[in-house]
């Protein structure tokens, strides 16, 4: 007997709502996007206090985003060889760069990522891509 009540009483909870939802599907309208295809932006966040302050007296245009792209790819080839085979200072290389040479990350993306490889080769008194001295 439980069980009749159960069930007729699910079913009046089922019915409406089904009902309901197809209601509902009949409002819906197929509205054309019209948001770029490549419209993701990216945002590169620096939690070293001092990284900030020293991009400062770096300018954006000083470079061109080709030119800060084709440095990133080395940078962080280099950057992930060393985190992928530990050795000398193995401990600064604390995470894996999945930076992709086919995603198109914009000139504020590509030059914050620049300066920051610059900034940890300064800080910490190494070079990523030996001869590189370009300010």
């Known amino acids: 007997m439980k069980r009749i009540l159960f069930f007729t009483g699910l079913f009046f909870l089922i019915v409406p709502l089904a009902l309901n939802a197809q209601d509902k599907k009949e409002n819906l309208k197929v509205v054309k996007d019209t948001i770029a295809a490549d419209s993701t932006e990216y945002e590169l966040v620096v939690l070293d206090p001092g990284f900030e302050s020293w991009l400062l007296s770096k300018?954006?245009?000083?470079?061109?985003?080709?030119?800060y792209e084709s440095h990133n790819r080395m940078f962080v080839s280099e950057w992930n060889s060393r985190y992928t085979n530990p050795g000398r200072n193995s401990n600064l290389y604390e995470s894996y760069?999945?930076?992709?040479?086919?995603?198109?990350?914009?000139?504020?993306?590509?030059?914050?990522?620049?300066?920051?490889?610059?900034?940890?080769?300064?800080?910490?008194?190494?070079?990523?891509?030996?001869?590189?001295?370009?300010?």
Request: net charge negative; proline share 6%.
């Open 59 to 67: 300018p954006m245009n000083m470079h061109s985003e080709g030119f």
């Open 97 to 135: 760069i999945d930076y992709r040479p086919e995603i198109h990350y914009g000139l504020e993306f590509n030059y914050r990522l620049y300066y920051y490889f610059k900034y940890f080769e300064e800080v910490n008194g190494v070079d990523l891509i030996p001869g590189d001295r370009m300010k």
